[in-house]
């Protein structure tokens, strides 16, 4: 499942980018935007002796303060002042007792202090529907820029003078440091379509030899599924092949349409490759990938190589005379 995640993601990499995550990316910059970054906390000692006298000063949210302004005897007077035991309340009664002679009671000014300022109320976020109809607006743009982006290199149409594969691109011709090709001496099938005609009217043949010619605009072509067909391949004496490798479709672009040919027909989705020697080799296909698919195999000595067919997909069009397995090329290199 990962895989074909990972096949669908880079295939459809314009619909990823332009219709998933730039949307989301822009959606999220846009919620973070409403919501803001009003963050505050709240600190509270309840039990403390502060607050404890705080509360005990405090009537319907005022807190009583009073100053005290005159005079007493001095200490060396005659009746000085002992000490003051001192009890007030809420209903604006003062009292004032002593433990000793009173000499003077001193001039006594009580008020209520106003009650403390209220924290401002948190600034009211934007509506959740605003929120919604933006966030939808870029998901909806995102959209339709990815499906015109998507669509407009299909829109085109390749005219006659478009450029079919080369042999160098088929054969994925050798380069310095790279294992030599191998070219088969003989090619035998056990099917062969007949022969057909392309856009422009010209014969075309599907010949098992085009298995090996380094070209992708012909093919070997065995009508139905093609499951269980068998093609043999001879090789040179004294070989050696550690890896294999072919075209699992018809690679062919028309010269005259410009159709692209390989996702009409049927695609081969899984191969075996047996050696000379008996050992078998299993290579699962990509269906979507138009050149050489590769498969390294440890050195495999001997001059025959059988290529069977195990599964294929179902045609890609209903048109008469797609119902149709084809390989485009085969490659072998030595080690």
């Not at 380069?175 to 856009?199: F, I, L, N, S």
């Not at 020697?277 to 440890?298: A, C, E, H, I, Y």
């Amino acid at each position: 499942m990962l895989a074909r995640l990972a096949r669908f993601s880079f295939r459809k990499r314009r619909i990823m980018v332009f219709a998933i995550w730039l949307p989301i990316l822009i959606g999220i910059s846009v919620i973070g935007g409403a919501i803001g970054s009003n963050y505050h906390t709240d600190f509270n000692l309840p039990n403390s002796d502060s607050k404890i006298v705080q509360d005990a000063l405090t009537n319907g949210g005022n807190t009583l303060e009073c100053t005290f302004n005159g005079t007493t005897s001095s200490a060396s007077a005659p009746n000085a002042i002992v000490g003051y035991d001192w009890t007030f309340g809420s209903d604006s009664t003062f009292m004032l007792s002593s433990t000793g002679p009173v000499v003077k009671q001193p001039v006594t000014t009580c008020s209520l202090l106003p009650p403390p300022t209220t924290p401002t109320s948190r600034p009211a976020t934007r509506s959740p529907m605003i929120i919604m109809i933006v966030l939808l607006l870029c998901l909806t743009a995102g959209a339709v820029a990815g499906m015109v982006l998507l669509l407009q290199p299909q829109s085109r149409t390749a005219g006659p003078d478009s450029r079919e594969p080369s042999a160098a691109e088929a054969s994925d011709a050798s380069q310095p440091g790279r294992a030599e090709p191998v070219t088969p001496t003989q090619v035998k099938v056990g099917c062969q379509a007949p022969h057909a005609t392309d856009g422009a009217g010209r014969p075309v043949s599907y010949a098992p030899e085009q298995l090996i010619d380094r070209k992708l605009n012909t093919a070997w072509r065995c009508n139905g599924n093609g499951i269980g067909q068998v093609v043999a391949f001879t090789l040179p004496t004294g070989t050696s092949i550690a890896e294999v490798g072919l075209v699992n479709g018809y690679a062919k672009v028309d010269p005259a349409s410009g159709a692209r040919r390989y996702g009409e027909y049927r695609r081969i989705t899984q191969v075996t490759w047996t050696f000379a020697n008996g050992m078998s080799f299993q290579q699962s296909l990509t269906d979507g990938v138009k050149t050489l698919q590769k498969l390294s195999v440890p050195a495999q000595a001997g001059d025959t190589v059988t290529l069977t067919i195990n599964a294929s997909t179902q045609p890609g069009s209903t048109s008469r005379g797609r119902d149709a397995v084809l390989i485009s090329e085969v490659s072998f290199r030595q080690p």
